[in-house]
């Protein structure tokens, strides 16, 4: 049964011109991996993610940062998408222009279809040496758990002996310039007429400046949060629900049968 806002976002998805997509670890909740808000739980549980996240973490302590991150990244590939993730890529088919900015490190939404994602925070799947910074190819099998517990030594660079991090942005880090440069354009200068802000507490910045980006530009901006963030105030529709409860009945109710 669908409610009033929720029709609302029907008909803006019927006559949108160019739909922006932006998504938080809210989308990934229902695929079993944690928010960031969530408390760190297991084997975790006594560290704080803003202790794990930074550089200084990783030159204290490499092999617990990059067990952290393996553990991580054998979560996302032992996860699946959900019908959040499936809801996105089927808009991302049926409107006439479309573009998917993420603040998640995981590869759920690829694995769902979406094409080329903007990866605002980088990626569990690209690491890269701390020294030199060149790629670095990630075996392919699941990560071995790490020994004893949490700690797993890094690998290191083929090109310069410096040691392999995690190619996400840790705190204090700038988002890489072509992401932010290209999730902002796609806002501000390509005709974005309907902006959804999927499972983020919009809390985090620069990435939280873009629905107040989409909103200067007239947008449409539809939150789905089952909570209330800062945006329920100015959004233009707000749905609380789950993601992979609500983005499935949008798209059907769009494109029925389709
Ligand atoms: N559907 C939609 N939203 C959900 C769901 C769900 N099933 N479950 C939880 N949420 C919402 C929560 O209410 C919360 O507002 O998802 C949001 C997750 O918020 P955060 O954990 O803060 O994650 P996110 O917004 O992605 O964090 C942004 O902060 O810690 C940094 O770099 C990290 O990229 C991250 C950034």
């Not at 019908?83 to 089927?90: D, E, K, L, P, R």
Request: charged share 20%.
């Amino acid at each position: 049964m669908m409610d009033t806002s929720e029709h609302h976002a029907v008909e803006a998805l019927r006559a949108a011109r160019h739909v922006v997509v932006f998504t938080g670890a809210g989308i990934s909740a229902e695929s079993g991996i944690p928010t960031y808000r969530d408390a760190l739980t297991g084997l975790w549980e006594n560290f704080d993610f803003a202790e794990l996240a930074t550089p200084d973490a990783f030159r204290r302590d490499p092999a617990l940062v990059w067990g952290w991150y393996e553990w991580r990244r054998m979560n996302v590939m032992r996860a699946e998408p959900n019908t959040a993730h499936q809801g996105i890529a089927a808009i991302a088919s049926k409107v006439p222009r479309f573009t998917l900015i993420t603040q998640n490190v995981d590869n759920l939404h690829e694995r769902a279809g979406s094409n080329q994602p903007i990866h605002l925070h980088g990626s569990l799947f690209s690491p890269r040496c701390f020294a030199c910074a060149r790629p670095h190819e990630l075996s392919c099998g699941i990560p071995d758990e790490p020994q004893g517990g949490r700690r797993l030594e890094p690998p290191r660079c083929q090109h310069c002996g410096g040691r392999i991090r995690p190619g996400v942005v840790w705190f204090g880090e700038s988002l890489p310039k072509a992401a932010w440069t290209a999730a902002m354009s796609a806002v501000e200068k390509e005709g974005c007429d309907l902006f959804f802000s999927i499972g983020t507490s919009a809390m985090v910045y620069p990435a939280a400046e873009l629905p107040f980006a989409a909103l200067r530009r007239r947008a449409t901006v539809v939150q789905i949060n089952p909570d209330l963030t800062q945006l329920d105030e100015v959004a233009t529709i707000n749905l609380h629900s789950a993601a992979a409860d609500v983005l499935p009945r949008l798209v059907e109710a769009a494109w029925p049968n389709t």
